[in-house]
Every structure is written in structure tokens, then in C-alpha cells.
């Protein structure tokens, strides 16, 4: 008896209208009249109209990105005076590393410079880097660091909008749901701070991968290509071989393994051999990106770096308190960072095991990479990039999202503002308010966490499976049964069986 499939609900294989189903859109269409009607013609539902609802998102992804490009303009020629890159908030790490790792200089990636990123980041450098050098030597009067800038804005650029157009691909009756990514006010400031969108694209790539497979044929090598895809995001950010946890996970709960480990050891192999030119030729160069992570201190807005606040405000200030001697202590600090990560994967591996219905892979994915930023010692300010294509697939709900956008905007302020006390040498504003800020963020991550939890634990709630019967990115594993020793481990503590998913939209 399957313990998995439930009965299709009555609006699964419709398209999702958000302002019927998301109580947050429902709430604020009021303002112009109220939820869309059951007769009304839509850009979703119309087919012989130009501005469907996918081209729309599309076209305000690219408006969103142009803004960002607008936002990030006075600091495009690189003559930042008067620190005019922390007080318009226009820093880029683009610009900046152009310059710091010589490839102003004509110097390739490893063989001439050590880098402070995995490979594939390098490598990307590189390949738009050294022909802009090339460039300027022919033409001197070209600003070679603006050029470099605007080369990556596009193409970074590209990769977003093909996000955009995965999570369209991923999410066919939901089209609505990408515009949380088109619009996040994350991506319009942070979109170019660095090379992420770049791991970003690969991983959602893998991911759509992943999720083809369910629906071909020719699974295997879809499950593979999988794999490879999210070997080539991990070899540029490394985050995106956190999936393959959730991926295995599943893939046992389902009885599946066979394609879990394929694409796992196709992700492996990548990796390998991304990395092995570099790894022999240039070892020392190439460790740079591993020698900083293991030797930097606690990092502005972490969970550590708040308790370092908290250490001068609770018990004697004469003694040091434990999260400073932490960060006078990094090898410590690094093994309690990694325990924790590791127990809220462990913590994660049996939400999917015990949960009263296999949870969706999104869900779990967001869970997992939202615990390493929680736990992490560095937090950069463009990380929240990772989390939005995540928690777009995971809990596509507007209003908690919103909140979260919040709390990175006020971030991302308050971030500026320290960097520009620290350059002058005058504080901006008192140190309590950097760390308030950086408090909302880290709190409204973990609210993310606590509701897609809650979706887990209660799948009737789940706004995903209100529109599709399982998980349209299970791939193999969508509308599959528990595996059978799964079943009897169910039958055997006597657990209800799922119950359908209810036909409602509220």
C-alpha cells in the first residue's frame, strides 16, 4: 500500500493565481479592487497574448538588474574618492579584485597569483579578465577596470535572468512565484557585489536537471548531467554541493539510492577534475582559498560576531567572554562552526526520514544552506543571493519574504555605515545598531527556517503542493512511494498515513 502518493486536490494542474492563494497578495490587493476574478482574462491564462505571465517576470528581472547596474554606476570608473563607494553603496568585489589579483597586470588565475575563491570563480576571472587587459594594452585609453566591471555585469546579468527562467521551467503552474526572485530587492543590491550569481545559475541548472529527470526517458543521464551541474556550482562557491545531502536523503526515503549516489559521484567528479589542473600545477596558489577560510576570524553580521557584542554587555567586562575567545582561538571556532553545521544536517537528514510525508527537495535544500549561513563564521553581504532561488522553490509565500528583504535592506545599510566608520575612523552610528540589523537578518532567516519546518511537518499547508500532487523537483523521486522499509517502519509505530491535500485556496 503506498504511504506516499495522495489523491490530486482539486486545484492541482491549475495555474496559481497568487492574489486568490497567498493571503499576503490577497490582503494587499484590496488596494486595487481585490483578488483577480474567476472569469478574468490573465496574462497565465490568455495564450494568445505577448506579456504572459513568464515574459512579465522576465521582463522585470531585467528591470531589476538594470537598476542594480544604474545603483552601482558611481563607482564604475574605480576613482573612488572620498570613500564614495561606502557612501553610495556601490563596493563591488568586481571591480576591486580586477586590480588585487593583477589581472590588470595581464596575470592568469593560479599560475601567476594565488586567488582567494575555488577555481571555477578564478576561471570565470580569468576568461573575462586577461582579454580586457588585452584590450587596454592595445588601447590605452580604455578604462580597463570599468570594462571588466561592465563585462561581468553582463554576464552576470545573463545568468540571473536564466535563473529567473529556471524557477519558470521548474514552476509552470506558478509562474508568480519566480517574481520573488525578479524583484528581491537583494538581487537589485548585491547582484554584482561578486561572482555568485555564476554558482547561483549552475545550481539552479542542476536542480531543473534533477527534475527533468522524473519526466524523460533517458533518466540516468539526466541524473548525472544533475550532478555535474552542481559539481561545477560547488567548484565556484561550493554551497551548491549542500543539495546533494537532500538529494541522497530522499533518494533513501524513496528507495531510490541508485540515482542519489550517481549524482553524487558525478558531482564529486566534477569537482575533481575542476579542480585538479590548478591543484597540481599551481598547489600553493591554489590553496589560498582554503588557507583564508581556515585562518579568518569572526566576520561582521554572523551569529559570532554578534555574540562578541554580547560578550562585553553580559557578565565582567574585565574577563574575556567565550565568543572572543573564540575569535582569538580559530581552529576552535572553526570545529564548533563546523559541529553545528553538521548536527543541523543531521537535524535536517531526519525531518525527511520521520516526516509525516516526504518532504519536498527545495525544502530541504533551503533548510541545509540556510543552517551554513546561520553557523557560519563569514557572512558576506551578497550571500543572501544563495538563499533566494531556494526559498523561492521552498515557500514561495510573499509576506515572511518581504520581512526577510527587510532585514537585508537595513543590513546592507548598516553595512555601508561600518565599513565608512571603519575608513574614517569615526563610527556613523553606535555599534548596537550594526548589530541590531545584523540580529533581524539572522532572525528572519531563522523565521524562513521555522515556517518551511512547519510546511514539512504539516504538508497540508504547503503552498507548492496545493498546485502539484508531490514535488515538481523530485525528478525521480516526484509521486514515488516510500521505499518498502520505510512502509513497515511506519506500519510499525502504527503513523497515520498522510492526509490529502485539501482543495482549498485560503
Known sequence: MSTQSTPTPDGAGSTDHPSRSDGFVRGASELIGGPVGDHAVTPTDHQGRFWTAARIVLALACLTLALHWVQKSPCQDGAWQNNVQYTRMCYTDVLALYYAEGLNEGKVPYADHPVEYPVLTGYFMGALGLPVHALGVNDPTIN???????????????LAV?????????RRRRPWDAALFALAPALFLTATVNWDLLAIALAA????AWARAGTSRHATPLVVLAGVLLGLGGAAKMWPLFLLGPILVLAVRAGRIVAGLLSVAAAVATVVLVNLPAATRYPENWGRFFELNTTRPIDWGTLWYIGRYADGRIGDPAKQGPFEWLNNNIPTLNWVSYLLFGLACVGVAALALLAPRRPRLAQ???LVVAAFLIFSKVWSQQFVLWLLPLVVLARPRWGAFLAWQVAEIGYFAAFYGELLGTANNRPVFPEGVFVLAASLRLGTVVLLCVLVIREILH???????????????GGVLDGADDAPWHQRWRHRHREPAPEPVPATTT
Open 459 to 473: 504538508p497540508e499547508r504547503d503552498a507548492v503542493r496545493r498546485t502539484y500532487a508531490d514535488d515538481p523537483d
Open 144 to 158: 580597463q577596470g570599468q570594462w571588466f566591471y561592465n563585462l561581468n555585469a553582463l554576464v552576470l546579468g545573463a
Open 364 to 366: 530541504l535544500a533551503f
Open 205 to 208: 541548472f542542476g536542480l531543473l
Open 162 to 170: 536564466a535563473t529567473v527562467a529556471t524557477i519558470l521551467a521548474l
